[in-house]
């Protein structure tokens, strides 16, 4: 794992083109069950400035909008990001971006969270390293890194597990680990800049 290229952003597109719902986010229990647990692991904090990375079509996004004053949600398909926005229409909090995270990033803000779910294995070591520089950058004091991943068999450049490892081992400041647990198919982490 590691030495395949990061997933390119026509491969999403055509994905979110060929099918109404890739990989069920609305429909599956599995995607239901997760969101549960990433919006649970955030305890009730709200936060005043949160950033979702690769939010589909918004499914997740309409949950985090009632924890962010404000929030950032990109996604390298239009199909995808037009959906979302018609899901999160009622958040006027919300706002959607097109952007190739981490090569695309936001750099006038700091976030006091941010989300990965789903997206870290789809890049290769030098887009991880990207993400854990931005991250440095552009997580704010006390801010809150939520990382959810497939840990199970893959074909993407790296699994959830190493996604996961090489992003911690590449974040140029300490974190707290508040929260590292495993389920049958998925972790969770949850780190918050001290």
């Known amino acids: 794992m590691g030495d395949k290229p990061s997933l390119p952003a026509d491969y999403f597109e055509n994905m979110f083109q060929g099918t109404d719902d890739p990989w069920d986010l609305a429909t599956s229990p599995y995607e239901q069950a997760k969101y549960a647990d990433t919006i649970k692991a955030l305890a009730g904090r709200s936060y005043r400035h949160g950033f979702e ?3 589909a079509k918004g499914v997740l996004t309409l949950q985090l909008a009632q924890h962010c004053s404000r929030l950032l949600a990109i996604d390298v398909s239009e199909t995808a990001l037009a959906a979302a926005r018609e899901r999160c229409a009622e ?9 190739a995270f981490p090569r695309e990033a936001p750099s006038h803000t700091q976030f006091d ?13 030098a887009d991880l390293t990207r993400a854990a520089h931005w991250l440095t950058d552009q997580v704010s004091t006390g801010g809150d890194v939520l990382l959810v991943h497939w840990i199970g068999e893959t074909d ?17 400041l300490p974190m707290d680990v508040l929260c590292a647990e495993r389920r049958e198919k998925y972790r969770l982490d949850l780190w918050r800049r001290p």
């Open 91 to 99: 958040f006027q909090s919300v706002s959607f971006s097109r952007m």
């Open 53 to 55: 990375i690769g939010c």
């Open 156 to 172: 993407y450049p790296q699994s959830g597990d190493d996604a996961i490892t090489k992003l911690g081992d590449a974040i140029r």
């Open 113 to 125: 969270l941010v989300v990965l779910s789903e997206v870290a294995y789809y890049w290769d070591d």
